[in-house]
């Protein structure tokens, strides 16, 4: 976990260095006797006091000053001053998007599933003021809200909503997580579900069920399709019936056919023979074939 605020101390390298050059300009002094000891003690009393009101904030800071314990304003970013002894700065605030892990485990949803949910929240400061008066830890309150507000989401929906729904569980989430923390100053930008686990003896069955459910749906297409072939061939079948010469014909287009490809042997019933006169074209066939091997060689 991150630190919410930052408190640098009193000294920062540029105040380091100012107060070397105080000291050292000062006992400069003191050998050149141009200042006496009471005004060197003094004058490294001043150093002393001056170096620690030197801080400096980082671009993505806000430095909160308070002066006697009371707010005084924000500083930075940058180089600042501020007056030694009377001002202070408690901390720096970041206000760059920060991100909290948090989690619920073994909450029950709407059909009392135990499930365990691992989410984020990406969040910013937007108002350093309200940040440091408003809260004391504002990041811990984040994550103990959001868990709350997570297991209040989980116990709301059922096991499949939660699965099949993210995304608008998640911007439910984000919408209670903002109406909590915009008094402070804070905004929840985005809230993303990474996982969400169940008891493995019901992913099984669910599994199961869904196996169960592909099948089902194969057999009900085969179904469909057997249906709609038997339909094809009845209507077909009233084309041949009030037609024999269609029939005669398709009967010739079949057996040709099965005769194109070579080393293929059709069986035709004697019924067939005779009644659509299929010998003879299979002779022609036969025949016209065995012409065609002859030209080749």
Not at 150 to 177: C, F, N, P
Request: charged content about 20%; glycine content about 6%; hydrophobic content about 45%.
């Amino acid at each position: 976990m991150t630190t919410q605020v930052i408190n640098r101390g009193w000294f920062n390298p540029v105040s380091y260095f100012v107060l070397s050059i105080l000291i050292v300009g000062s006992i400069v002094l003191y050998i050149l006797q141009v200042v006496s000891v009471p005004v060197l003690a003094l004058l490294l009393l001043l150093s002393g006091l001056t170096a620690p009101a030197i801080r400096i904030a980082n671009q993505w800071e806000r430095a909160v000053v308070l002066r006697m314990g009371k707010y005084k304003g924000l500083k930075g970013p940058g180089l600042f001053m501020i007056i030694p002894i009377i001002d202070s700065v408690p901390a720096y605030i970041d206000q760059r998007v920060r991100v909290s892990a948090f989690k619920a485990e073994q909450t029950l949803t709407k059909d009392t599933v135990p499930v365990n949910v691992d989410a984020v929240v990406y969040w910013t400061v937007w108002d350093v003021e309200k940040a440091a008066l408003e809260v004391q830890e504002y990041q811990k309150a984040i994550e103990h809200i959001a868990q709350t507000g997570l297991r209040d989401t989980i116990g709301k929906h059922e096991l499949s909503t939660l699965l099949q729904e993210r995304d608008k569980i998640a911007e439910d989430l984000q919408h209670v997580l903002d109406r909590n923390t915009n008094p402070w100053g804070i905004t929840c930008q985005t809230v993303g579900i990474n996982d969400i686990a169940i008891p493995q003896n019901l992913a099984d069955a669910m599994s199961k069920e869904a196996q169960a459910e592909r099948e089902r749906r194969a057999r009900v297409i085969l179904g469909t399709a057997e249906t709609e072939i038997a339909e094809k061939f009845e209507q077909a079948s009233r084309k041949y019936t009030d037609n024999p010469v269609a029939l005669h014909l398709r009967g010739m287009n079949m057996l040709f056919e099965g005769l194109k490809e070579k080393g293929s042997m059709v069986i035709v019933p004697s019924s067939a023979l005779d009644s659509m006169n299929l010998g003879a074209m299979g002779g022609l066939v036969s025949l016209a074939k065995s012409n065609e091997t002859k030209i080749n060689e």
